[in-house]
């Protein structure tokens, strides 16, 4: 949804559980774009199921930091960039958009390129006419759908990613030897170890979940009229909180084990019969055809597709959110003067770079491979910054006073993000 749209009252939430799954569960949708897919599928394929364990490690640190920008958004009123601005010097919120920017519209041409290569595999049509297509429906959806009927859309998509579950019960899964390297994982300190470890961290301790997750709080409150002061002693805070917590754990349990689930379809496969080297989510697709059939070729390419459509509107709408708030600064509303002119134009810059972006001959993969350690880069200063957020005024403080769990887990992922990324340069420095 564009920054300054207003739907109207009626267009709210449903109520039941329903009301309870949103941004978290559309969040945690969103984080298995066919980047994310990509990258798991080489994961599985080049070490088989000896990563495995960073998503059993990483599900509580990433619902920490999700609950937290949820938090954020909800209780402010406004996205993560509009804060950081606020709070913190103009050059340093500059930096880290500027970066999230790049990486976004890199993973979002990856994606685009991923997903016209299935649907050229599927159809039989060019991939390019396909990238077109889908970018132009992706700006068209989110420029002009309602705030509910956006919302319902994307949490009914979220079903495509049970493709990937069913997946991994089409192969043959040595489930014994998955077991035991999840609670017995074998480390390694080589380069390449070290530097999927901390491509697996980047990808799922993302920066654009971050702002994702907080900007549609952010939205659903204004769409609901209710994105007046909220503090933790505001009636309704207690009952906000708990939706938010379930809402994040829910979306972000959808992602780990999807990702899961797709480390374990790809080791099984292709890992086991040599094949250590995938390029795109669309050959690991391919590949699988050629060694699991036809079946599991079909599944696996329909849950590209599904994750795809999920991951659009999250990479070009928070690259969008994030530099219409940096450059239209905040109103007290929560909503600047010309933000909405900005989202528009940022929004439909971001889709045709990642068209143009797909004719330009460089790996697919290795693009989003180092995009997920950029991600990991850029994730530890901005979670910094948005763990020390409550401490810089009063006003935030009042309305950020987060659980002592929350805090902890907060910094033990900061702590975990740098040991892995030092890690990771000293086995380079060291090769």
Do not use: K
């Amino acid at each position: 949804m564009p920054a300054g749209h207003e739907d109207p009252r009626h267009d709210q939430p449903p109520h039941g559980i329903a009301r309870r799954l949103g941004p978290g569960l559309i969040a945690g949708a969103g984080n298995e774009d066919p980047g994310s897919v990509g990258t798991y599928a080489q994961v599985g394929a080049q070490f088989g199921f000896a990563l495995a364990w960073t998503l059993l490690f990483t599900y509580p640190l990433l619902v920490a930091v999700q609950e937290i920008s949820a938090r954020i958004g909800r209780m402010t009123g406004n996205g993560i960039a509009a804060n950081l601005q606020r709070f913190y010097p103009g050059w340093f919120t500059a930096v880290l958009v500027t970066l999230l920017v790049l990486a976004n519209v890199v993973n979002l041409a990856a994606d685009l390129g991923v997903m016209g290569e299935v649907l050229r595999l599927l159809l039989n049509a060019p991939a390019l006419f396909w990238v077109c297509l889908l970018a132009l429906a992706g700006v068209l959806f989110e420029l002009l759908t309602s705030y509910a009927r956006y919302v319902r859309t994307l949490r009914w998509s979220c079903v495509a990613l049970v493709a990937y579950v069913v997946a991994a019960f089409v192969v043959d899964v040595p489930w014994g030897q998955l077991l035991h390297a999840l609670v017995r994982p074998q480390l390694s300190e080589t380069p390449q170890y070290l530097t999927a470890v901390v491509a697996a961290l980047g990808t799922t301790i993302s920066p654009y979940v971050f702002f994702w997750q907080a900007q549609q709080e952010a939205e659903r409150a204004r769409n609901a009229g209710s994105v007046a002061a909220l503090t933790p002693a505001v009636p309704q805070a207690r009952a906000e909180f708990t939706r938010i917590r379930f809402d994040t754990a829910a979306g972000m349990a959808l992602s780990s084990l999807v990702a899961l689930f797709i480390i374990i379809t790809t080791a099984s496969t292709l890992h086991v019969r040599g094949i250590e080297s995938i390029q795109s989510a669309a050959q690991a697709a391919e590949a699988l055809r050629a060694v699991a059939g036809r079946l599991t070729f079909l599944v696996f390419a329909l849950g590209v597709l599904g994750a795809g459509l999920l991951a659009l509107p999250a990479l070009a709408g928070t690259a969008a959110y994030a530099i219409s708030e940096l450059l239209a600064g905040r109103s007290a509303g929560g909503i600047a003067p010309g933000s909405a002119r900005i989202f528009r134009t940022a929004l439909v810059a971001a889709a045709v770079l990642g068209c143009v972006l797909n004719l330009a001959p460089v790996n697919p993969m290795r693009a989003l491979y180092w995009s997920a350690v950029l991600n990991a880069l850029v994730a530890i200063p901005l979670m910094i910054a948005i763990m020390l957020l409550p401490r810089r005024s009063a006003e935030v403080a009042a309305r950020l006073a987060l659980p002592l769990g929350l805090r902890v887990l907060g910094w033990i992922a900061i702590v975990a993000m740098t040991l892995s990324v030092a890690g990771m340069f000293a086995a380079w420095l060291g090769a």
